[in-house]
């Protein structure tokens, strides 16, 4: 029997908030142990919550990125349990009420448009992180409080690629909405994952397995590739699965079991009596919605679309955000939205790259490259001679159309004048003209080389081999 | 005698520079040398610090500073050990916190400071504030100042106790089931609880948060107004807090009482009162009538639910809230082989009996399997509760009742047996789970031996003035506030 694996994801994301969300400790990565915190954040006896509104804002502006709908109420809960690291031991949560729910994701996976639902993304608070010394143990609560979005998936993933598509469509979307830098290695993105396996076809879920506590996607799909065969394994030797919590050990390439169903924490959830239910107002949503992004893949597709881009020059201007903005600004209303986009892509990036500019810091005009591209399509100069054109224009600033014509670069188009320079081409290399004429194609090229040369490169290729090939075979 | 004058008469005397601040403070540790060693109110009192203070206020009275600027200016202040002072011990009478000193002034503290008060001494009360007498305290039981093989009642025992033996101008205390106004009532003095959400409570040790409310205890009434309206007002710190406006309450002081009209809860009228309690506070009521008001009948079906959903609502709320004690970041510490050694050893030790009741009474409630017989139903009872207190407040404006069924009882007569202790507290548990306001003044006196009654006035949500005018006018026409405890 052919089995299938069905994963959830339950993804903790550090929001991009100036402060903790209970206080006013700065939220910020690698300050020296215990220098960001408070009575606050420290759990201190008489302390009390003020929930940080751009924490809030920031989860319901994901809530309308990932499609969600966003409750007219939304209340937190205590999560009860001790741990050192818990500054309260209990961790404030979204429980039963959270700000977002039942939204979906779409992204691109093997080639295909794949859609994942997502169940809720509720807001919560992270907790300090406990160090171990050779002799005693310390903890930091620096990251005590700081914002935490809790995204979780319905179990609609069914392999270890397209658990890491999922993640990388999902991260992109945050870091691209300002939700958050998730940033790995600052521990800004954690992962529980849930998997079990099922015979394919089967509608029934099979016992669900969480590994928890991920950090890394290459993790992730480490631990779904060691996890998926043992669990089938499992399956066709006749065990039975038991709902359990497992541990991914890194080094040792293996999940093992860390608690069963029946050590599961009683949480013992009640509602926070420390604040009141968020209810936010029109206006407030009114605000939140306008700043709402253009998500990636949206952009991709928009942009094959509406110009006409083939998927790598869209996939291109999409994932370098700024490019894509600067050719959505330069693009508009021309007539060759590709050429620009080649442009943009070829030229444009591997200057500022090479300089070290940002498309901020440009020194020419937003007309400057549709400019070149009428001026080639115009017939005024050749694609060889705006290559020379661009360059000036990138350093100096200077519009194509002046450079071209302060230096006297425009095409000469006129037949009268260029087959004046092909006669002496011809008279100087009468052996290439032999040879055309015994029917060599190739001796036409070097003539028109040297018609081009003669021209200082500013002759119309076309016109000139179109002259040529008429005085040589007339 | 200044540790005798009411908190008013102070001001005055302080404002006519009849007085310095200094010597209102001395005057209160003078008074704490002579009988706390028999009431047993204070924990401890940073001397220097007190003094320090008022020398300040009285450099800013010298300054020209009037206490129009600075309402309390100069007048010496007392706080249960469950508010934050900054720099000065934090124990909640409990073992658990050790050596702890709160690194922060609770909001209250600081309006008091920006007030001029001198904030001064922590009083005892019952560990965390669950007990009805202060004998859950982990230090020492504090007396009632009428009679010191009594207890002062609780939690906010050392409160009253300090207020009735003159040992300070007024306190400041908490209130999660009656804790006020329980020992208001006990000791002779005044004690208001003001509306959830009046006062902040950034800074209060937490015991049940939806319940707690800071109040002050006074001499008497025109005092609690003065003090009522120095700690009101939104913060910014506690969310729970409300905009509200804050009214002048002095102004509602008028002696008048045409117009009102006053409940009594038949509910309230039950069996088990003392009789002496019983009738004190029908002629309280006879003595309101002849003052103008208009007694109604009111009914509040859900009252005898009021205790049994206060003791699953508190104790949840407070089995999270006392979580943080944990001997890892602060407070005392039992050393264990792991953190969770640690933890249990810590808390082991650290906790009373009682608390540990409550904790375990809590973390059962809200344990999978029983979190919707218990926590969800009486939550929806409160709801019920907070009903009946909004449907009597339609026809009514205020409602009395006793404070307490019984004056205060013997050191170690009720100890034994939490429910009946429990139960002292039926008259005062409503207001809170209403989240309304009440007051106890004192209505009369038992005979031998002779002990103080109280009287409950309980007003609607943030109808603290008419509450007050209620108090106020019975207080001014009526001999008892007048007064003062044997020892004191
Ligand atoms: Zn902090």
Known sequence: ?474 | MIHRLRLAELIDKLSRRECSAREAMAACLLQMDRVDSQVHAFLSVDRDNAMAQADAADRALASGVTHREKPLLGVPIALKDVLCHQGQPLNCSSKILGTFRSPYDATVVAKLKEAGATVFGRLNMDEFAMGSSTENSAFFTTLNPWDTSRIPGGSSGGCAASVAANECFASLGSDTGGSIRQPAALCGCVGMKPTYGRVSRYGLVAFASSLDQIGPFTKDVRDGAILLQAISGYDRRDSTSMREPVPEYTASLTGNLRGLKIGLAKEFMVGGLDPEVDAAVKRAVRHLESLGAEIVEVSLPHSDYAVATYYIIATAEASANLARFDGIRYGARVEGSDPFQLNSRTRGSGFGAEVKRRIILGTYVLSSGYYDAYYLRAQKVRTLIRQDFLKAFESVDAIVSPTTPTAAFKVGEKSGDPLQMYLSDIFTISCNLAGNCGISLPCGFTSSPKLPIGLQVLGKPFGEETMLRIAHAYEQSTPWHREVAPLG
């Open chain 1, 1 to 474: 029997m052919e089995y299938e694996a069905v994963i959830g994801l339950e993804t903790h994301v550090q929001l991009k908030t100036l402060s903790k969300m209970w206080c006013g400790c700065a939220n910020e990565f690698g300050a020296s142990p215990n220098s960001n915190v408070c009575p606050v954040c420290l759990g201190f006896p008489g302390v009390l919550p003020v929930a940080n509104e751009q924490a809030l804002r920031l989860t319901v502006l994901t809530g309308l990125l990932l499609n969600c709908s966003i409750p007219s109420r939304a209340k937190f809960d205590r999560k009860n349990y001790f741990y050192p690291d818990s500054a309260k031991n209990y961790q404030v949560t979204q429980y039963d009420q959270p700000s977002t729910r039942e939204g979906w994701i779409d992204f691109e996976s093997g080639g295909r448009l794949e859609t994942v639902r997502i169940t809720r993304a509720h807001l919560e608070e992270d907790v300090g992180k406990n160090v171990h010394f050779e002799r005693c143990s310390g903890v930091d609560f620096n990251r005590a409080g700081v914002p935490l979005l809790e995204i979780v998936s319905e179990p609609e993933i069914c392999s270890a690629d397209m658990a890491c598509d999922y993640l990388n469509a999902l991260t992109d979307i945050l870091v691209r909405g300002g939700i958050s830098d998730c940033d790995m290695e600052k521990g800004m993105v954690r992962c529980d994952v849930n998997v079990s396996v099922r015979p394919k076809g089967s509608k029934a879920l099979g016992a669900k397995i969480e590994i928890k506590n991920m950090n890394t996607f290459s993790g992730v799909r480490r631990a779904l590739d060691y996890e998926i065969p043992r669990q089938i394994a499992a399956v066709q030797r006749g065990e039975r699965l038991a709902q359990e919590t497992r541990r991914w050990d890194d080094i040792g390439g293996i999940t093992e079991s860390m608690r069963s169903k029946e050590d599961a924490h009683d949480y013992r959830y009640f509602p926070e009596p420390d604040l009141m239910p968020f209810e936010p107002s029109d206006s407030w949503l009114a605000q939140v919605r306008a700043q709402v992004v253009e998500l990636p893949l949206a952009r991709k597709r928009r942009f094959m679309e509406q110009f006409q881009l083939p998927p790598s020059d869209a996939q291109a201007l999409t994932d370098d955000d700024a490019a894509g903005n600067y050719f959505q600004r330069i693009v508009a209303g021309h007539r060759s939205p590709k050429t620009i986009a080649n442009w943009v892509i070829n030229n444009l990036k591997g200057k500022l790259a090479e300089s070290g500019f940002s498309f901020g810091e440009l020194q020419f005009p937003e007309v400057g490259i549709p400019q070149l591209v009428d001026l080639v399509e115009a017939g005024k100069i050749s694609t060889t001679m705006a290559q020379e054109v661009f360059l000036e224009m990138f350093r100096t600033g200077e519009l194509p159309g002046g450079i071209v014509e302060r230096r006297g670069l425009s095409q000469v188009s006129d037949a009268g004048a260029i087959e004046a320079l092909c006669r002496q081409v011809i008279e100087a290399n009468p052996k290439s003209a032999d040879d055309f004429r015994a029917g060599r194609g190739a001796a036409l090229n070097f003539l028109k080389g040297q018609v081009m040369k003669l021209s200082k490169g500013k002759a119309n290729p076309g016109v000139v081999g179109d002259v040529l090939e008429r005085l040589l075979n007339g």
